[in-house]
Each structure stands twice: as C-alpha cells, then as structure tokens.
C-alpha cells in the first residue's frame, strides 16, 4: 500500500487554509516530518487527516457573534409576544372602560331622572317662605352695617 506525502503547501492548497497556519499547527504538535524532498518536508495522510480534524471542529464552534444574534433574535421575538400579549390586555381593559362608562351614563340619567322631582320641591320650599321672614333678615343685614367697626369686631351677640 502506497502512502501519499504531501508538503506544507499541498495540505494547504487541500484544505483550503494558509501555510503558515498549518506551519503553525504542526510545530504546536510536534509533529516530524516523515521525509524530506529537498528543502520541503513531506507529511504523511495521517497528518492531513488529523489536520482536517482539528479543524473542522473549529470550524463548527459557532461564534460568539453568531451566538449574540441567535440570543438577540430569540429576546425580540420573546418581546413581540410580549408586546402582543400586551396590547390584548389593553383591548380587554378598553371594552371595560367602555362598559364601566355605558354603566356611569345609565346611572346618571337615572339620578337625573329623579332629581327634578326633588329640585322642584326644593323650590317650592323657597316660595311658600313668607314675606315677613324676609323683612326679619333684611332688618338684621341692616342693623348689622350700621354698626361701627369696633362693635362688629368685639361686639356681643
């Protein structure tokens, strides 16, 4: 069975990252190389292999810009509901209000309807006092102003 080698740069051009990334990850694992062609050390399947591995995981880790925008999208839509949940309760509050003031109108009517019964009474009671009772008060008004300002002020009554 044949081993594929390959270099820096195949594993490169393979796994469609920059060289001295994969420089960078074999020197951080210790990696030998199994040969060398000319000054370029060959790798062997296994290493591409482990490469791709590694950084394919890394690859799969969502970012935590990603993870903002998932948390962010999932808190407005958590607020939508909330905002819709929001204005039903307004509306159930507004018929309300609406029933509450149908009922205040209704009540009012009523008492306006009773009420000229009573004012008319009152009025009548107003007439029938006689006029020698309003001579009595216009007499007190007038004794009162011809006082002088000290015996208003500690007068006795």
Known sequence: MVDKKYTVA?????????RSTI????????IKSAQMQGNAPLYSAQVLA??????????????????LLR????RISALEDEVELLKKQLDIKDRQIEVATQL???AQK???ADKPQLTHADRSD????SPAEVDNQSKMTAESL???????????K
């Open 10 to 18: 195949d594993i490169a051009r393979l796994t469609g990252y920059n």
């Open 23 to 30: 420089t960078r990850w074999i020197d951080k694992q210790k």
């Open 50 to 67: 482990d490469f791709k591995k590694s950084h394919s995981i890394k690859d799969k880790r969502v970012s935590k810009g990603d993870a």
């Open 71 to 74: 948390e962010k999208d999932a």
């Open 104 to 106: 205040a109108d209704q």
């Open 110 to 112: 009523l008492n306006l």
């Open 126 to 129: 107003e007439r029938r006092s």
């Open 146 to 156: 011809h006082e002088s300002w000290l015996g208003r002020l500690f007068g006795k």
